[in-house]
């Protein structure tokens, strides 16, 4: 059976849009009409998946909230001892969203013909990542499916908590900067050109500062619009040539050497690595593998090299807390937990913690560095206004002198 989308008109006149399963358009229609519904549009799901697939690409194609609630609900059915095709009915049932009841019709269209969830899953790469396919494929080896899903639900949330809490982190410095240079800019294009009228038609030579004010005023409002479009297309620039995999491995080599930022990225990802590799490792997916399909989930690339390149040396017989202590790119702390872990046979729960202390330093150096960032730009800001302010007043203090 096939998943199909239709447009139709109730009984009352209102359009209605939605998903049901059928073996043909026909019969789809047929169950319209059953419905007290006209149709007017019968369309596979399978053509915009497939395009939906193809943009899966550059970005998912549900939001992560919505993949935790679906796998959350799903673990529940299958803990249920219910067949896996009527757990997928169920959740796609559940769903008000025609585009995530879509996909699951789909993927369970394809375990009727008898695939695996993890292989129909798979067909969507775009929403279901390599991550959560091996740990399904993982779980369905290993007959604990529905502990694995309710592992990866947990994981799905802890990633998307993570997530806003580093946007949270980030919006109130982003809000200041953009203030700041707001109120700047407002002063210079608005105020300053009528404050500095009074000067237009003086003889007398003005100070350096205030010549400066002046000029910078009159750029602003006759060559900003045309500097702000420059910006943008510089910016719309440098991502396009960072499309290049060449250029992208050059910039994020730079942002690691950066002295801030560096160990920010790298805290940010080696978390990510630690507590990937621990749940594919809980889900009994073998260490190699586990350590190649971590390493695809960083977004660094440099760190990512580094990744496959412990995946390498492990395949040749390295531990694996030797071939991060190689690489260079690990926390040492980190590496420390995983010998550990690695000598006492429990590396999962030594990952998970090396994980949990990285995003405590993680958050700890946030909090410095916001603390940090809110004074100074409360001082870069009142310099800046002080700048104006004085050179416009050095004119006025020298007034009699300008007006002789």
């Not at 299958?78 to 789909?106: F, G, H, W, Y």
């Not at 500062?209 to 910006?231: C, D, H, P």
Request: hydrophobic share 50%.
């Amino acid at each position: 059976m096939t998943a199909f989308s239709y447009r139709a008109l109730d009984s009352e006149g209102k359009l209605v849009q939605g998903v049901l399963e059928g073996d043909s358009e026909r019969q789809i229609r047929n169950q319209l009409r059953t419905r007290q519904m006209r149709p007017l549009e019968v369309a596979a799901s399978v053509e915009k998946a497939a395009v939906r697939g193809w943009r899966g690409l550059f970005q998912p194609s549900i939001k992560t909230a919505d993949l935790a609630l679906i796998t959350r609900q799903l673990s529940t059915l299958v803990m249920s001892n219910l067949p896996l095709d009527e757990c997928l009915s169920a959740t796609a049932e559940q769903t008000r969203k025609p585009r995530i009841k879509s996909l699951l019709l789909q993927v369970r269209s394809r375990v009727v013909e008898g695939h695996t969830l993890a292989y129909a899953m798979g067909e969507f790469p775009g929403v279901f990542d390599e991550l959560y396919c091996a740990m399904v494929k993982a779980g369905e080896h290993a007959g604990f499916l529905g502990t694995v899903l309710e592992q990866l639900a947990d994981y799905t949330e802890q990633r998307q908590y993570t997530r806003q809490k580093l946007r949270m982190a980030m919006i109130y410095p982003f809000i200041l900067v953009g203030v700041a240079v707001g109120v700047v800019v407002a002063l210079m294009a608005f105020v300053v050109p009528k404050l500095v009228e009074v000067f237009a038609h003086t003889q007398t030579e003005l100070p350096p500062l205030t010549v400066a004010l002046i000029v910078s005023s009159a750029f602003i409002r006759e060559q900003g619009a045309l500097a702000l479009i420059l910006i943008v297309a510089g910016v719309a620039l440098f991502r396009q040539m960072l499309k290049r995999p060449s250029r992208r491995y050059a910039w994020h080599k730079m942002l690691l050497r950066t002295p801030v930022i560096g160990g920010f990225l790298t805290a940010v990802d080696t978390a990510r690595f630690a507590s990937t590799l621990s749940i594919l490792m809980a889900s009994g997916v073998p260490l190699l593998e586990a350590v190649r399909i971590a390493s695809q989930v960083l977004t660094n690339l440099v760190l990512r090299e580094a990744g496959l390149d412990i995946a390498e040396r492990v395949s040749e017989g390295s531990s694996l807390h030797r071939a991060m202590q190689q690489s260079g790119r690990f926390p040492p702390m980190m590496v420390h937990m995983v010998a550990s872990g690695e000598a006492s046979g429990e590396l999962e729960a030594m990952l998970v913690r090396a994980a949990v202390n990285q995003e405590r330093e993680l958050e700890m150096s946030l909090g410095a560095l916001t603390g940090v960032f809110e004074p100074l730009m409360v001082v870069m800001m009142g310099g800046m206004v002080l700048v104006i302010v004085l050179a416009i007043l050095l004119p006025i203090f020298d007034l009699n002198t300008m007006v002789r």
